[in-house]
């Protein structure tokens, strides 16, 4: 693997700067689910969840299991959850700042 550290992170943080992306992965948080289930908890299309789980999945975030007809989908590392929340968090704290400028 040639590429730099920098070139992966790049693709993850591409990844992950998406809110639809993010509902997803916030969704899978609670453990394994099935593409319907995903669509159900998210309120989201069917066709739109796949396109995302897609991408998901090429940058190596989401990982799945094929049972019979239906892939069951679960994030690779639980860190990735931790990873989403320490930004909010540090989101929340910058806008707070703004606020009292």
Known sequence: MNRS?????????KAMGNATRLQILHTLRKGPMIVGDI????????SLVSRQLGVLRNVGVLEYQRHGNE??????????????DLVRKVLVVQIQNRSRI
């Open 39 to 46: 669509v159900r908890e998210t309120g989201l299309s069917q």
């Open 5 to 13: 550290i920098f070139e992966v992170q790049a693709d993850f943080c």
């Open 71 to 84: 892939m069951i989908y679960q994030l690779t590392d639980e860190r990735i959850g931790e990873v989403c």
